[in-house]
């Protein structure tokens, strides 16, 4: 891995089980890893779908989804579980179609269809966890499943999660801050406010 790679792009290896030899991995970037497959950009054929891995990460399912149709992004990912070999896993990062302060964006997913293509591919075990600031450069991921930490995001972490400059971050962060007065008072409403999910399921043996 070139040392110039942005190390968040690999924050997804902490919340997988392990990191099997042959695993699939369709980088958010430039970044590599001893041992995976890594398919060209933009290249998914049946070479690359039609064969089962022990593992499969896609850190940015939207970048790999063909031409960033609203149906894209769910074949995409009906075919990544698919190739997940038994005991095998998977993880993937994509934008949250109904987050408020960018909805409907390319190649986004709510978490709950997500959820359901992955379990109709056979998977088990689905974990979620929030994105911050997004799918592709991860700084943070958070378990959605478990209020603690959650709770410890929003209260003391959740200023560093979003960059403070640029055009518009002024009423940008008072979007944002309203949304974490939100999320704090209702807690069930929490997994609809984040920007991008991580998912993580596994496939029986």
Known sequence: MSAEVDARLLNWRFVVPGEPEGLLLLPAGTETLPGAVTPKEGVL?????????????APDLAA???HRKRAAAPRLLAGLAAAVAPGGWLCVGFPNRW???????AGSLSSSRAVRTIRRAGLTGAEL?????????????VPLARRTE???MLRVLFD?????????????RRILSV??????????????????YYLVARRPQ
């Open 45 to 57: 054929g049946r070479a690359v779908l039609g064969r089962r891995y022990p593992a499969v990460a």
């Open 64 to 66: 790999w989804a063909p």
């Open 99 to 105: 987050y408020p302060g960018a909805p409907m964006r």
């Open 129 to 141: 966890y929030a994105a911050l600031p997004e799918q592709r450069r991860a700084a943070f991921l």
């Open 150 to 152: 959650m709770d410890h």
């Open 160 to 172: 560093t999660s979003f960059p403070s400059g640029g055009r518009g971050a002024v009423a940008f």
């Open 179 to 196: 949304m974490r007065r939100v999320a704090l008072a209702m807690p069930r409403t929490r997994q609809h406010f984040v920007p991008a």
